[in-house]
């Protein structure tokens, strides 16, 4: 009801004021023991457990007006804990009720439907983003929000959502928050070199993701996290290179789905283009690369069957021109098919058609 409207979130945001006023008071008043003070009321939970809820509406203006009123509610909440509170005289630390909202948005981004999934990911955007919680908090739940960040992309919708990008910017925003000083030891006492190989260690084997989407966000993170770090992209994933190439290696690619085959062969290619190259020339590659031109060379129905459906199609066209481009990408670091005059004609024949295969699936 539009008459209600400014009356219900000014009723909604006093009562969380009040709500968590309280806690905070609460809090600050106990021991603080680790254990203690993470303990929240009851009543505060079952507040906290609605915010995701409210967030996740279908209606755009709706999830826009539960947005701005979850943004009040956390910048009320940080700024109550700065204020004088009655009856407490210790310091005043909403970490413990921002650590359950913000558990809550992760949990939120492994929800099945995706207006769900959206709700969790805003509401990290706003925690990170919206509202200045500062830099500390923010890095010792980075990879908690990362992975979250990515499982949304990994669940999307087959038709590309416009919020990806919001998804991909919230994802660059922590890695800058909680890198961009350039301090090789946190707060705490921490090696960002070490936070840096963990991060890398989970990222490295979506670049052989079936979503291109998600394969870009990898490259993309990677990218600046070498950038913030000052560090070779190719230094960075070379100690955990073994649980990208492991998987590739170990099964044929006709024995895979066409989306893996096409994640499998995306990934070895920027593999190769990286200064320096990842990957030298070894048997595995080698059958890797003439898997890879059967394939580009192959007919269609060898390789869908007689299945003549659009979107395997689209899938085939996929997987040819990411065979070309790996094609392409092989060509200067070896001179394994020169002594092979007719696999040579093939290679460079393909590599020829590399624009017009670009152009037909631009077209498709």
């Not at 008043?29 to 915010?51: A, C, F, K, Q, S």
């Not at 980075?142 to 919708?157: G, N, Q, Y």
């Amino acid at each position: 009801m539009p008459k209600l409207k400014d009356s219900a979130e000014e009723y909604v945001r006093d009562l969380s004021r009040h709500i968590l006023s309280m806690e905070i008071t609460s809090l600050s008043n106990n021991p603080e023991g680790p254990d203690n003070r993470r303990m929240v009321h009851r009543l505060v939970t079952l507040y906290l457990d609605t915010i995701p809820l409210v967030m996740a509406k279908p209606n755009p203006t709706e999830a826009r007006t539960a947005r701005d009123t979850i943004v009040n509610i956390v910048k009320d909440l940080f700024e109550t804990a700065t204020s004088n509170l009655p009856f407490s005289t210790r310091r005043r630390d909403p970490s413990p009720i921002l650590d359950q909202l913000a558990h809550r948005f992760v949990m939120t981004c492994f929800e099945e439907t995706w207006s769900k999934k959206l709700a969790g990911c805003t509401g990290l955007i706003i925690m990170t983003s919206e509202v200045d919680l500062g830099r500390a908090w923010v890095r010792q739940r980075e990879p908690d929000f990362i992975r979250a960040l990515f499982f949304v992309l990994k669940d999307m919708p087959n038709e590309t959502p416009a919020e990806v990008d919001d998804v991909m910017k919230a994802i660059s925003r922590i890695l800058r928050i909680c890198r961009e000083d350039g301090d090789a030891m946190d707060e705490d006492g921490f090696s960002r070199e070490e936070e840096t190989s963990y991060l890398v260690r989970v990222l490295i084997v979506e670049l052989s993701s079936t979503t291109a989407t998600v394969r870009e966000a990898a490259r993309m993170t990677l990218k600046l996290l070498g950038e913030l770090g000052k560090t070779n992209i190719s230094d960075l994933m070379a100690p955990h290179k073994e649980r990208l190439l492991n998987p590739i290696f170990t099964k044929p690619l006709r024995a895979l789905p066409l989306g893996t085959q096409i994640g499998n062969v995306d990934a070895i290619r920027y593999c190769l283009e990286l200064q320096p190259p990842l990957l030298e020339m070894n048997d595995e590659l080698l059958r890797l690369l003439h898997e890879v031109l059967a394939l580009a060379d192959a007919d269609d129905v060898a390789l869908i069957g007689r299945n003549t459906q659009r979107h395997a199609a689209l899938e085939l066209v996929k997987l040819r021109l990411v065979c070309i481009k790996l094609l392409t990408a092989s060509m200067h670091l070896t001179d394994c098919f020169s002594k092979q005059h007719q696999t040579r004609q093939r290679y460079v024949f393909n590599h020829v058609n590399i624009l017009n295969l670009t152009q037909y699936s631009i077209v498709s």
